[in-house]
């Protein structure tokens, strides 16, 4: 239900722009190799062109995926990935705090 929700609330907040047939291709590509590889970054024409792309494929990918602009390149990625990287290096953080504490209080 809650990934239903997720999708429906991405098509409303991201009308997906009128593309040529040209543009289709590309971000049908740049959507093909973003599940592949779980992230691209591509490089646009211009930014109004990076913007475009970016509404489209926030439109269109699933919604642990998300795309943004950089300059006049376009850059999507698994957002879950990066979650998971931040628990594990919090995760990392917390047991070496842990660690030293257990040295000084044997030192100590």
């Given at each position: 239900?809650?990934?239903?929700a997720k999708i429906y609330a991405r098509k409303?907040?991201?009308?997906?722009?009128?593309?040529?047939?040209?543009?289709?291709e590309e971000l049908r590509e740049i959507y093909k190799s973003t599940m592949r590889d779980g992230s691209i970054l591509y490089e646009c024409k211009t930014?109004?062109?990076a913007e475009k792309y970016r509404k489209f494929l926030?439109?269109?990918?699933?919604p642990?995926?998300?795309?943004?602009?950089?300059?006049?390149?376009?850059?999507?990625y698994l957002e879950r990935q990066n979650e998971?990287?931040?628990?594990?290096?919090?995760?990392?953080?917390?047991?070496?705090g842990n660690s030293d504490s257990q040295a000084s209080d044997q030192t100590g």
């Open positions: 239900m809650e990934r239903r409303l907040m991201f009308a997906a722009p009128r593309t040529s047939k040209k543009e289709k930014e109004k062109q926030m439109h269109h990918l699933p642990e995926y998300a795309a943004t602009t950089i300059g006049n390149s376009v850059n999507t998971k990287v931040k628990r594990v290096s919090d995760e990392t953080t917390h047991t070496e």
